[in-house]
């Protein structure tokens, strides 16, 4: 069995211990199923980017995510605006940043790279003062709109938009160093820790599954239905519409 696999099904168990249907909580952060009127963040940046020239993408802690259509076409002059439109139909922590950039070596622009160099960018740069109308952040450097474009023009900086929640990044983030350590267990270690949530202190335990719920749904939203079964083939469960359960009889992988 893969390593996240285990690590997804130990931690599935846990789930389960507590009572909480992983199911539901998949479903409530924007679910992945169709409905009228609404597309993948993924999409509807496409369409952004076709009809305004800009690079505008998203990373995958919302690329997945359903949002509704665009209120009208998307044009150079509203691009911004669209992109707020956007920001506001998915989780709260969302944020949106624009960025001046050369086109990458390989030719793609990868959401999560803008993703984590925006981040970085914003530690290393970061400015208490909001940004006064008339400037252009290039690099960590506020210049007058006029002598930017010098810059942008001279070293063929495309105009990038990249969406983000930084909450959840860094919740998987956290979570992934868990799963690591949670795959490793045995089985009897499994069962302590299970126990041991059982015991702990009510309020705790119930902050720590919700911060454990929302790592997870964040994971599952970005998978297809699909996915998500071959994530259980071989472990002896199934994800199903009532939540985990143990899986049919002559299921999983050959």
Known sequence: MKLFSKAFVA??????????????????????TPRAGMRPVADVLARISQGTGVVAVADSTVQRLRVPLLSGAPTAQNVEKQLIEVVKALPEGTTWTKLYLPLPTSGRWNGDDLAAYAQAQSRLFASAAPMPAGIVEILGQRLPAERAREYIVGLNLRTVYVISNPQARLAASRGSNSLVQLAQMTPE???????????????????????????FAQAMGQLSPEQRQQMFQGTGLALTSSGITAAPAGAGNP
Do not use: C, E
């Open 189 to 215: 270690q499994v069962q302590q820790q299970a126990a041991q949530i059982v015991n702990m202190d009510p309020a705790l335990r119930n902050q720590m599954m919700r911060q454990m719920v929302s790592v």
């Open 11 to 32: 931690t599935a168990f846990l789930f389960a211990v507590m009572g909480v249907s992983l199911t539901k909580a998949v479903a409530q952060t924007n679910p992945a």
